[in-house]
């Protein structure tokens, strides 16, 4: 990962949350997870837009935390990320984690996530989790993994 890789980052802001991370910070954590060039639209929505999104492409009736769309493996690789505010805020308070540290770490997952990386199995989700707990290590962050009391 040490290569530099191009990216084309558009963030939309669609809530009304408050303490959102910056376009600065999401570019930052998108660039330190490239492994190839890509073009992403960041998309932070509400419960609602999450919750639909989640049902028409996932079939699950509840906002998530973050979705990862896929349009183009080409190059530049080319996809959404769709992150639910209320859901990483709920979550960072019920895990006992600073919120910005949440949305860094999903933001990482996110971007992984559009360049192939999965956790459909405990090989590929060791993998995954660890590489993003290196990427978050080098931003400064704690392991996102390790239980926080």
């Known amino acids: 990962m040490s290569a530099v890789h ?21 570019r930052r954590w998108i660039k330190a997870a490239l492994q190839r060039d890509v ?8 419960e609602a837009e999450g919750r639909a999104l989640n049902k028409d492409f ?16 080409a190059d530049p690789l080319t996809g959404d990320i769709v992150i639910c505010a209320p859901v990483v805020e709920k979550e960072a308070r019920a895990q006992h984690k600073e919120l910005l540290a949440h949305y860094a770490h999903m933001t990482i997952h996110a971007a992984l996530h559009l360049q192939g990386y999965d956790h459909e199995n405990d090989r590929d989700a060791a993998a995954m989790e660890a590489c993003e707990t290196a990427l978050l290590a080098k931003l400064g962050y704690a392991d996102p993994y390790q239980a926080v009391t």
């Open 39 to 46: 073009q992403i639209a960041l998309r932070i929505v509400d």
């Open 58 to 73: 996932r079939g699950k009736d509840y906002a998530t935390n973050v979705l990862t769309f896929v349009y183009d493996d």
């Open 6 to 26: 191009r990216l084309s980052l558009a963030v939309q802001y669609a809530t009304g949350a408050e303490h959102l991370p910056t376009r600065a910070q999401f």
